[in-house]
């Protein structure tokens, strides 16, 4: 089992920009993808960014490429999403999670999750 703790969220404006941090403990991070998903109220959780083990490889949902960055630190086990340029759809609850091998992107391949951290952007 990983446990995993979000934090960085908070309130910004259309256009601002925040970094998301995700902290990872337990089983061996550097050997698992990582995943940002997203659940804005009365939605379904949806996928943001996934970022393989090696950090080499990444890939976006299209409503946030160009705008969203993930990165990994293996040594602090940690994982990162800056997010530049927001909008006020990308208000949502952001999750971090451990994947399985390759670049998962479902929900259901990703089998843990954290707390989640509340972002609001304001028009």
């Known amino acids: 089992q990983v446990q995993l703790v979000e934090s960085g969220g908070g309130l910004a404006q259309a256009g601002g920009s925040l970094r998301l941090s995700c902290a990872a403990s337990g089983r061996t991070f550097s050997t698992h993808a990582m995943g940002w998903f997203r659940q804005a109220p009365g939605k379904e959780r949806e996928f943001v960014a996934a970022i393989h083990w090696s950090g080499v490889t990444t890939i976006y949902a299209d409503s946030v490429k160009g705008r969203f960055t993930i990165s990994r630190d293996n040594a602090k086990n940690t994982v990162y999403l800056q997010m530049n340029s927001l909008k006020p759809e990308d208000t949502a609850v952001y999750y971090c999670?451990?994947?399985?091998?390759?670049?998962?992107?479902?929900?259901?391949?990703?089998?843990?999750w954290g707390q989640g951290t509340q972002v609001t952007v304001s028009s």
């Open positions: 999670a451990t994947g399985a091998g390759g670049l998962p992107s479902r929900v259901d391949q990703y089998p843990d």
